[in-house]
């Protein structure tokens, strides 16, 4: 089994989103969304995801400056 347990989810797509975490939630993960790249940053800062979901085209922030920026990290996950 794999020791992947809580999910982040950043996708601006209000439908593309619900329906994501429904079918990974029946899987048994733990889902976390963001609507945004800055609340995304700000979740996967708090939370420490084990995995990432990243819209490319977001609001406040796109999903590859969101990468940038955590893998500038000490100890970056992803």
């Known amino acids: 089994m794999s020791n992947i347990r809580n999910i982040l989810i950043v996708e601006d797509d209000p439908e593309a989103s619900r329906m994501l975490a429904e079918y990974l939630s029946l899987e048994g993960y733990t889902i976390h969304r963001a609507e945004d790249g800055l609340s995304g940053l700000e979740q996967a800062y708090s939370l420490q995801p084990d995995l990432l979901i990243?819209?490319?085209?977001l609001p406040e922030m796109d999903g590859l400056t969101l990468l940038r920026r955590l893998r500038k990290r000490p100890t970056p996950r992803y």
Do not use: E, H, N, V
Not at 54 to 57: E, G, Q, R, T, V
């Open 54 to 57: 990243l819209d490319i085209m």
